[in-house]
């Protein structure tokens, strides 16, 4: 299951957008991904809205160093609760975001849950922190629809190319999939499709996010 948000305050308008358009990103977003959302938790509620057992790791793709990971987990000595609020796994929390751009070049994401920031670069020359961190480093551009996002919900016909924007984080602390100690490692990158469209009257944010981990997974982890 996506993450998915309804909007609840409106943002600025949209610009039209040209791949290679020499203007900043923030001139030329193709969908309007600012103001303030909130989380609708329709599926997995078991492992989104409150912390699952111990164990409890089914749907995500662990390896046996993963399941070891996880197994050891103790919910009465944990003092890393803060690991679940990485970029791997913050946008499935069920959280309030704040987007808006914070420069011509940087989207930021503020959320309530963990009071986290992330900031989305659209500058390929950014210079990335000295040490891994939570949010880790993350580059943006402009693109087309993500996987499985419905061009009838993104108001484009059969024909149509609905537009997105892909997210790459890398530089990442060790953190938690799940608030149950379902373990990534600080060799995970993960790639975020935000795409938004207008269903029921509401408008919405769906994000897609690919985990990839060498040392946990053994696969994808897609949500």
């Not at 998915?4 to 203007?23: E, M, R, T, Y």
């Not at 704040?98 to 670069?121: E, P, S």
Request: charged share 25%.
């Amino acid at each position: 299951m996506r993450g998915i948000f309804i909007l609840l305050g409106f943002g600025v308008s949209v610009s039209v957008w040209a791949q290679d358009d020499p203007n900043p990103p923030r001139e030329v977003a193709p969908i309007d991904l600012t103001g303030y959302w909130v989380s609708v938790v329709t599926e997995d509620w078991r492992w989104r809205m409150v912390i699952p057992p111990k164990g409890d790791y089914i749907s995500v793709p662990l390896n046996d160093k993963g399941r070891r990971a996880a197994d050891t987990w103790n919910p009465e000595t944990d003092s890393n609760t803060c690991k679940s609020y990485g970029a791997a796994g913050i946008m499935r929390m069920p959280t309030r975001l704040h987007i808006f751009w914070q420069d011509d070049q940087t989207l930021r994401v503020d959320t309530d849950h963990g009071v986290q920031t992330r900031l989305l670069h659209f500058d390929p020359s950014f210079a990335a922190k000295p040490i891994p961190t939570l949010q880790g480093d993350s580059i943006a551009h402009w693109g087309e629809a993500s996987i499985g996002i419905d061009r009838r919900l993104a108001g484009e016909g059969a024909a149509g190319q609905a537009k997105t924007l892909k997210v790459v984080t890398s530089h990442l602390a060790p953190g938690y999939l799940r608030r149950n100690g379902v373990p990534y490692s600080e060799h995970t990158v993960v790639t975020e499709y935000f795409d938004r469209h207008s269903a029921y009257d509401e408008d919405w944010i769906t994000v897609t996010t690919i985990v990839r981990d060498p040392e946990y997974l053994t696969q994808e982890f897609i949500t």
